[in-house]
């Protein structure tokens, strides 16, 4: 993806999160991956009213129409107020559609290769895998710190020093003034509203979880452009101090992240626990180191 094609998937990730009743923390546009961090609650769409649901299409369509359906929001809104015969079976369309991750993604990834395709004259799909999804656990410090490794992507690749600097992240966004991500920013530190202290406290987050003696660097096949995620020289950190810098597999490839107990217990309600070979989760890293001792996941082993 170029610049042009970033700022697409921005606004193709927003307006479909909106219609999907999801928040997004944070996020990061590579030139080959992407990463999106996203808050949602299924319940708030199970009791979504029709007022809520004209809403969100609008936030999706605007002003035109939506083609499975064959209407924009003001035939919506009409519809759901006669409560004719169609009205609940487009109620249960549209809220299929909402409060799902997987369909989220599948209609993020359709909405963006549409775009490309008409822009450049191409056919065919644009993304080589499927998404992998990781449960976190909501005001935690596993929240605040996958959000740092999202933000942090930028400069573990060596595209720059300064994370603030990287338009198409989360934090980038927020440095520029943007609103949206301002309030991802906050939720992240747990507050209702931005504020020049939270955003402070997290860009100290970023640069404290860089770990001691790191620095970016890249390999000598490694474009400038980000086509592959750089590696960096751990320097000075030594055992049980990981900083985010490193590439941290678990918080790509595990089921479940979050303190120990509360992954546990997450496992227990979903029927994870006990299943093939007794797994439990396993903390991130040894005490005494940054404070990764804090978090627990969940790895898959398959």
């Given at each position: ?11 193709i ?44 299409f ?43 991750v997987?369909?989220?993604?599948r ?22 895998e ?66 020049t ?6 860009r100290a ?38 900083g ?59």
């Amino acid at each position: 993806m170029d610049e042009e094609a970033m700022e697409a998937m921005r606004h193709i990730m927003r307006s479909q999160a909106a219609f999907a009743g999801m928040e997004v923390l944070t996020y990061c546009f590579l030139a080959n991956h992407f990463h999106i961090f996203v808050r949602l609650d299924p319940k708030e769409t199970e009791d979504l009213d029709d007022a809520g649901l004209v809403t969100r299409f609008r936030a999706l369509y605007g002003g035109t129409r939506c083609a499975s359906l064959g209407l924009d929001a003001d035939d919506l809104e009409v519809i759901l107020k006669k409560n004719g015969s169609s009205a609940d079976g487009i109620r249960r369309r549209l809220k299929a559609r909402m409060g799902d991750v997987s369909v989220y993604m599948r209609e993020v990834k359709t909405r963006f290769t549409l775009w490309y395709n008409q822009e450049h004259g191409t056919v065919g799909t644009f993304w080589a895998e499927r998404f992998r999804s990781v449960v976190v656990e909501a005001d935690s410090e596993a929240q605040r710190m996958v959000a740092a490794y999202i933000d942090l992507n930028p400069v573990r690749a060596g595209l720059m020093e300064d994370a603030g600097d990287y338009g198409f992240s989360g934090f980038g966004e927020a440095c520029s003034g943007g609103s949206a991500a301002r309030r991802g920013i906050a939720r992240i530190e747990g507050q209702s509203s931005w504020t020049t202290q939270w955003h402070e406290r997290y860009r100290a987050r970023l640069c404290s979880r860089m770990g001691p003696g790191e620095r970016p660097s890249q390999r000598d096949d490694q474009s400038p452009s980000g086509e592959a995620e750089g590696e960096h020289k751990r320097g000075a950190v030594g055992a049980g101090e990981i900083g985010l810098l490193s590439k941290i597999r678990a918080f790509s490839e595990s089921w479940v992240v979050g303190s120990a107990a509360w992954v546990e217990s997450f496992c227990a309600a979903h029927g994870l626990l006990g299943f093939r070979r007794g797994r439990k989760p396993k903390p991130l890293a040894e005490e005494g180191g940054t404070g990764f001792s804090t978090v627990a996941t969940l790895v898959k082993r398959d």
